[in-house]
């Protein structure tokens, strides 16, 4: 199993403002999932960070919007840019362990309040 | 893409019994199935891979049927601790070309004393 810090757990920000979320894992890992969760809705994958090279985004969302670093096996962070109300959820790093790759532990997250 | 889950929503007494449904529209290899309790994060519960198996975590099991691509969570005498939201997940492809796990809508389970 993995450990995994996420900081802040939540904050309030005001509208056109920027946020940086930080998340560290107890170990190195080759890939890091950032994940959006809305109020009452389902987790929806952000972006794939792996260590050295750019993050890949999903339909719906673009690196000037979600600008992720990588620097290292072991941390990752999102930066959630120009915020307005729609970007009020809860936002979670991610990172996948198994023989295959294949349970995802989930860091605590981070509940963020766009005014 | 996403895989349906049902019901929506499901309130128990304690010790009763309850069955999670997930289909979904494409081939699966294999079903995910995470629980997320109010204000936490979603946690790992079990995998079902291709081959109809059943596993087990606790008094919680599951199966997997490829044919009907779909699978079933079944919570046996239900306790207080089972209350929480259960998302079941199904692998498609990234952006990037590598697995990422899609998330049906979650079904919300209270078990109430």
């Known amino acids: 199993s993995a450990v995994i810090s996420q900081k802040p757990s939540r904050d309030i920000c005001q509208r056109g403002t920027s946020l940086t979320i930080q998340c560290q894992v107890d170990?190195?890992?080759?890939?890091m999932f950032w994940y959006r969760q809305q109020p009452g809705q389902s987790l929806t994958l952000i972006a794939t960070?792996?260590?050295?090279?750019?993050?890949?985004?999903e339909s719906g969302f673009v690196i000037d919007k979600f600008p992720i670093s990588r620097p290292n096996l072991t941390f990752s962070t999102l930066t959630v840019s120009n915020m307005s109300p729609e970007d009020s959820s809860i936002y979670l790093c991610?990172?996948?362990?198994?023989?295959?790759?294949?349970?995802?532990?989930f860091g605590s997250g981070t509940q963020l309040s766009v005014l | 893409q996403q895989p349906v889950q049902s019901p929506q929503a499901v309130i128990l007494r304690e010790g009763e019994d309850a069955v999670i449904n997930c289909s979904s529209s494409?081939?699966?290899?294999?079903v995910h199935w995470y629980r997320q309790k109010h204000g936490e994060a979603p946690v790992f519960l079990m995998i079902?891979?291709?081959?109809?198996e059943q596993k087990g975590h606790d008094k919680i099991s599951a199966s997997f049927n490829e044919k009907k691509q779909q699978s079933s969570l079944y919570l046996t005498a239900s306790q207080l601790s089972y209350s929480g939201t259960y998302f079941c997940?199904?692998?498609?492809?990234?952006?990037?070309?590598?697995?990422?796990?899609?998330f049906g809508k979650g079904t919300k389970l209270t078990v109430n004393p």
């Open positions: 997940g199904t692998v498609a492809l990234s952006q990037g070309g590598s697995e990422k796990l899609v």
């Open positions: 170990s190195q890992v080759t890939m």
């Open positions: 991610s990172v996948a362990y198994g023989t295959g790759g294949e349970k995802l532990f």
């Open positions: 494409k081939a699966l290899y294999s």
């Open positions: 960070a792996n260590q050295g090279s750019e993050a890949t985004y």
């Open positions: 079902l891979l291709k081959g109809g």
